[in-house]
């Protein structure tokens, strides 16, 4: 599976030759205590997610964020961080378009012959149809254009993560590390696969397929995660959500024995458009939203209880490391 990727990689080593990532100063080194990114995922989805991560990371309830390129309010996010380079924002490679009337298709187009698109022409809606089908040079391929695209429309790429987790399935991630390595960012990944939020979309996969990826994260000196925590969708209308949800999840983290980098997963998203796109979940959405914007948690947030940080931070570190060898 390495060797039939070997082709796209090269290309894509070219092509990115030529474009340079911006290096930001370094901002802080790695810390030691347990540090949690307040990471907002989907971005770009619409309109509401990218409102929700303007107003969030200017009150400090998201620290970093990252886009889902082939859809369609990419553009507004792409020019958000580019003019508010504060904004920590990297990309949320996308290989599956879940929604059942909102639908997405590869940025090379909607070829039957990758493997990447479903008989209407847009990407599948689980990442089980998606490893079942695609053709992992072709995803390899949109993987790349993805993080290209990205970067051509100028914003600072802080770091890469995976939407649904597709990206880390074993036919992808080898991909998915090498562009990490190729840019010098980081790729979300954690110690074992237990750890990793989305689990369930990566039925079949074993720790040990997935311990050997960590091993080249490793190798090429991308750090590693502790755990992934994440939003809960199953939680129903009827259940409010309350902000001792978080205190809970965040102080055990902070309070717990094992010191490291944590990556919570969220959600926030301004209500207008996500409660047609997402109707059974918008709630989880909007509520998160909500909740992170309040007065009341923000303070609680801010009262150094936990202590918090960014991809950016992250990355930064990296680059070190590796300058350092």
């Known amino acids: 599976m390495l060797a039939q990727l070997s082709s796209v990689t090269q290309s894509c080593n070219l092509r990115a030759a030529t474009k340079?990532?911006?290096?930001?100063?370094?901002?802080?080194?790695?810390?030691?205590?347990?540090t949690i990114v307040l990471h907002q995922d989907d971005i770009g989805m619409c309109h509401g997610a990218n409102l929700a991560f303007s107003e969030l990371s200017a009150a400090g309830a998201i620290t970093s964020g990252s886009v889902m390129v082939p859809c369609p309010w990419f553009s507004e996010a792409a020019e958000m961080a580019r003019d508010n380079t504060s904004l920590d924002l990297g990309v949320h490679l996308t290989l599956t378009a879940e929604k059942r009337h909102y639908r997405w298709s590869p940025l090379i187009g909607a070829s039957s012959a990758s493997g990447l698109v479903d008989d209407e022409g847009y990407m599948w809606r689980d990442v089980a149809s998606t490893r079942r089908n695609a053709d992992p040079?072709?995803?390899?391929e949109e993987m790349c254009a993805q993080v290209e695209r990205a970067v051509a429309s100028g914003f600072d790429v802080t770091h890469l993560d995976a939407?649904?987790?597709?990206?880390?399935?074993?036919?992808?991630?080898?991909?998915?590390?090498r562009l990490a390595d190729q840019y010098e960012i980081p790729a979300l990944m954690t110690r074992t696969l237990s750890a990793y939020g989305p689990n369930n979309h990566l039925a079949g996969v074993s720790e040990e397929q997935f311990a050997e990826f960590v091993q080249e994260a490793r190798r090429m000196q991308i750090p590693i995660v502790e755990r992934v925590l994440e939003t809960d969708f199953g939680r129903p209308v009827s259940r409010p959500l309350s902000k001792g949800h978080y205190e809970g999840m965040f102080s055990a983290v902070a309070s717990g024995e094992e010191s490291g980098w944590y990556f919570a997963a969220l959600h926030p998203n301004a209500p207008g458009e996500?409660?047609?796109?997402?109707?059974?979940?918008?709630?989880?959405r909007t509520d998160e939203y909500r909740l992170f914007g309040s007065n009341e948690y923000i303070r609680w947030l801010k009262s150094g209880v936990v202590?918090?940080?960014?991809?950016?931070?992250?990355r930064d570190a990296m680059r070190r490391a590796r300058r350092s060898r």
């Open 163 to 177: 939407h649904m987790g597709a990206a880390l399935a074993p036919e992808f991630c080898g991909e998915y590390l």
């Open 20 to 34: 340079k990532l911006r290096l930001h100063p370094d901002s802080s080194p790695m810390s030691t205590p347990s």
């Open 274 to 284: 996500v409660e047609t796109i997402e109707p059974e979940h918008s709630h989880v």
């Open 137 to 140: 040079r072709a995803a390899a």
């Open 307 to 314: 202590r918090t940080s960014s991809m950016r931070d992250l």
